[in-house]
């Protein structure tokens, strides 16, 4: 019997057991993938003590520091999580199974994909569902993103302060984003918006080089690019919740308090498919949810306020 599991291998879950070890709580964590998304990116320049450091280093990093604490690692697919009576069971699809008093839900978002050729085979060469993690790498070049809406829009501005080019590749005929968005990105001569359009293939041989697109734009089949951003939302991981009751929001994010509670008592969630997490889908929210998820375990379990930890 832990104090605690935590389901997803990703920021959240990481920094959730090197908190909660900290806390001396005895801690599994239980994943699939080491880092989940965050794995995606080649390069993160934007995480707090790291000038450059890939998504999957700072993934084993972080899990090697968690180790160090105490927390145990365990790697396969979480099929199936129960309630019990005295706590909560998490049963594996290899048929191992595993009890805990409390658990913190931290099994993240996946970026929804195009589903063209091309689309996995230069992801990391050109092809990028992160505009803010990725566009640095894209100075002076030229880039696409895909999608209509905040994500996407917005992205396009950020994106125009450092490419010398962007298009914005939209399926219907009216951007719905923000209107102060859609203002920006009307009067930004750097960006072009190309309606009614979808891209039906990504080129390139050893990195991106362009795209075709369904409906020529100016008489062209195929836009030469350097990088494709793909903005179309992210799918929240809420399989395993909904048997356990967890409240969801009409997006379908689990819903979470302050303390990262959710509206079932034992039960915390963290990161990426949090309701919270969806006004900065970052690394560092990620991490922070994480972190005050392991703390309202500690307030749960011990019935009281959780320690100040210094130097961290």
Same mark, same amino acid.
């Given at each position: 019997m832990y104090d605690l599991i &935590?389901?997803?291998?990703?920021?959240?879950?990481l920094t959730a057991a090197i908190y909660a070890s900290r806390y001396r709580l005895?801690? $599994?964590? &239980?994943? *699939?993938?080491?880092?989940?998304?965050?794995?995606?990116?080649?390069k993160v320049e934007n995480y707090p003590g790291f000038e450059a450091i890939s998504g999957l280093e700072w993934a084993q990093k972080t899990e090697a520091q968690a180790k160090k604490l105490g927390s145990e690692v365990v790697y396969g697919t979480v099929g199936r999580l129960e309630k019990t009576?005295?706590?909560? +069971?998490?049963?594996? %699809? %290899?048929?191992? #199974?595993?009890?805990? +008093?409390?658990? &913190?839900?931290?099994?993240g978002s996946e970026r929804r994909r195009l589903g063209v050729t091309g689309e996995e085979k230069y992801q990391g060469r050109g092809v990028s569902y992160c505009t803010t993690c990725d566009i640095t790498f894209f100075k002076d070049k030229i880039v696409a993103l895909v999608g209509g809406s905040d994500a996407a829009v917005s992205g396009s501005v950020h994106a125009?302060?450092?490419? *010398?080019?962007?298009?914005?590749?939209?399926? *219907? %005929?009216?951007?719905?984003?923000?209107?102060?968005?859609?203002? #920006?990105?009307?009067?930004?001569? *750097?960006?072009?918006?190309?309606?009614?359009?979808? &891209?039906t293939e990504i080129l390139g041989e050893e990195k991106v080089s362009g795209v075709k697109l369904d409906n020529p734009y100016n008489g062209l089949a195929i836009l030469a690019l350097d990088g494709v951003f793909i903005e179309i939302g992210s799918v929240p991981g809420t399989s395993l919740v909904v048997g356990l009751g967890v409240g969801l929001d009409e997006k379908g994010f689990v819903k979470v308090g302050e303390d990262m509670a959710t509206n079932i008592a034992g039960v915390f969630a963290a990161g990426d498919f949090t309701d919270k997490a969806q006004v900065l889908v970052q690394m560092t929210t990620a991490c922070a949810q994480g972190a005050i998820a392991a703390a309202s375990?500690?307030?749960? $379990?011990?019935? #009281?306020?959780?320690?100040?930890i210094l130097g961290v």
């Open positions: &935590i389901v997803g291998l990703g920021p959240a879950g005895k801690n $599994l964590l &239980i994943g *699939k993938i080491l880092g989940g998304t965050i794995t995606l990116a080649h009576n005295d706590g909560f +069971k998490a049963l594996l %699809d %290899d048929k191992r #199974q595993f009890e805990a +008093k409390t658990l &913190i839900l931290a099994t125009a302060e450092f490419a *010398k080019k962007v298009y914005v590749v939209y399926r *219907k %005929d009216k951007l719905r984003a923000e209107p102060i968005w859609v203002e #920006q990105v009307l009067k930004n001569p *750097k960006i072009e918006v190309v309606y009614n359009t979808n &891209i375990v500690f307030k749960f $379990l011990k019935g #009281q306020k959780a320690p100040q």
